[in-house]
């Protein structure tokens, strides 16, 4: 919702609708701020949100209450180590694939909402990727399989972690 169309329907509102009208602007503008990039995998496309700082890795998708279809959320590490990902406070099912620093997917887990249970990389990873639970399956992606455009995202963590 633009900024015109929401002071609009601010003019016009009353009481609540003026808390709701402020509500949805500050959550459009919100998701209007993330950076997204383009992933490919076998020939198949992901938007994934990144989650380059500390802050925003350690919220990832808490909170979220759906993800497209062909939406993700990609963590950028920028060093490699064993990573490690919960489902605490997130109530979408998701699958992560932990990747390693040539963009080759190490390893995948499923993981199931609201659990403590933690999942590691097996191996040294710089980057995570987390989409809709049974994304990768759908697509016979698996571990070996090359994931592209991480380029993208690493040169956008450098530039974050520089401010």
């Known amino acids: 919702m633009g900024v015109r169309a929401t002071l609009s329907v601010m003019t016009r509102a009353r009481g609540a609708d003026i808390a709701m009208a402020l509500a949805l602007f500050a959550a459009g503008s919100a998701a209007d701020a993330a950076e997204w990039v383009t992933l490919s995998i076998k020939g198949h496309e992901v938007e994934a949100e990144l989650a380059v700082t500390p802050a925003e890795r350690a919220r990832g998708l808490m909170g979220r209450r759906q993800l497209g279809p062909n939406q993700g959320m990609l963590f950028v590490y920028g060093v490699s180590a064993i990573?490690?990902?919960?489902?605490?406070?997130?109530?979408?099912?998701?699958?992560?694939?932990?990747?390693?620093?040539?963009?080759?997917?190490?390893?995948?887990?499923?993981?199931?909402?609201?659990?403590?249970?933690?999942?590691?990389?097996?191996?040294?990873?710089?980057?995570?990727?987390?989409?809709?639970?049974?994304?990768?399956?759908?697509?016979?992606?698996?571990?070996?399989?090359?994931?592209?455009?991480?380029?993208?995202?690493?040169?956008?963590?450098?530039?974050?972690?520089?401010?």
């Open 83 to 163: 990573q490690r990902m919960w489902m605490v406070n997130t109530v979408i099912p998701l699958s992560v694939a932990f990747i390693d620093e040539h963009g080759v997917i190490i390893n995948i887990a499923d993981m199931e909402p609201l659990s403590a249970r933690v999942h590691s990389s097996e191996a040294p990873a710089s980057y995570a990727l987390e989409v809709n639970q049974g994304w990768f399956a759908a697509r016979g992606i698996g571990p070996g399989d090359r994931v592209e455009g991480l380029d993208q995202a690493a040169s956008r963590g450098s530039a974050t972690r520089r401010k």
